[in-house]
Structure formats: structure tokens, C-alpha cells
């Protein structure tokens, strides 16, 4: 995996790059293998910002969040669905942007904050609601109440 991630480095599309390395960071974080998610994610985050891509920064930023999320970092997770959100939202992207909510959502009530949560969480489910049928299902799945950090489905 790592042979071939260097080859796609040295001799691949930019975007295909930044595509791959973001891909696997949340392909390690999946495998609990936080070290190298946080180091892929750290290494596409900085391809996507030197692009100026910044819907793939946003969807970056969202699997972030959940890795700080689910190590219990919510002072670390926080910032990057904020700022997440905001770049989402400034491109009018639902598809990044509700996956950004549910984490916020999350963040919020493991915070305590739970009226905050609750209001993350529904503008997930209605975001997640108006965009394609797969999405559409991962909102409702995902936007509970009752859905823990650690099974949620990621689309970063």
C-alpha cells in the first residue's frame, strides 16, 4: 500500500493524490490505526489547502472530526467541523456539508451541550435528506439520537 501510495505521489494527477491520501486516511482511522490517519489526513489536508480545494478541505477537515471525536477530543474535533461547515456552506455542498453537522451534532452532545446537539443533528438530517438516495439513507441512519460516534458511516 505504501509502495504503491509513493509511485501515485511521484508520478500521479494532484487531485488523484489528494484523492488517495484522504481516502486512506479514513480507511486507517476505520482500522483504529489513529497515528497514521492523523499523518494522511495532515498530508492531503495540506495538498487541499495548496490547491485552494475547498470542498475536499472541508470533507478533510469533517474525517478529522471524527478521529478527534472518537478519541474523546472534542476541543479538537470541534474546530474542524466548524470550519468544515463553513467551507461547505460557502459552496453550497450538502453532500460535504451534512456529514460535518452529524459530527458537530455528536461533538455537542458528548459536550453536553445537548440542545446544540440536537440542532447539529437535525440540520443533518435535513440536509442529508435533500441529497442523493445514498446519502438521503446514511442521514437517517447517522442523525439519531441514539447513533454512537464510533459506528457511523463516513463518506471521507
Given amino acids: 500500500l505504501q509502495d504503491a501510495l509513493a509511485r501515485l505521489e511521484q508520478t500521479g494527477p494532484p487531485l488523484e493524490q489528494r484523492r488517495a491520501l484522504a481516502l486512506l486516511a479514513g480507511i486507517e482511522r476505520d482500522r483504529r490505526r489513529d497515528a497514521e490517519a492523523q499523518a494522511l489526513y495532515q498530508r492531503a489536508l495540506a495538498l487541499y489547502v495548496r490547491a485552494g480545494d475547498t470542498r ?9 472530526g471524527h478521529l478527534w471525536l472518537r478519541q474523546d477530543r472534542c476541543d479538537a474535533a470541534l ?8 467551507l461547505a456552506r460557502a459552496l ?3 453532500n460535504v456539508l451534512w456529514p460535518a453537522y452529524l ?13 446544540d446537539a440536537a440542532n447539529a443533528l437535525a440540520a443533518s438530517f435535513e440536509i442529508g435528506a435533500n441529497c442523493s438516495k445514498r ?10 439520537p441514539f447513533a454512537s460516534g464510533v459506528g457511523a458511516i463516513s463518506l471521507t
Fill in 103 to 115: 459530527g458537530l451534532g455528536r461533538c455537542e452532545r458528548a459536550r453536553g451541550r445537548l440542545d
Fill in 56 to 64: 475536499g478541505e472541508a470533507a478533510v477537515r469533517t474525517g478529522f
Fill in 79 to 86: 474546530p474542524e467541523y466548524q470550519r468544515a461547515i463553513e
Fill in 135 to 144: 446519502n438521503r439513507l446514511l442521514a437517517a441512519r447517522n442523525s439519531s
Fill in 92 to 94: 453550497d455542498d450538502r
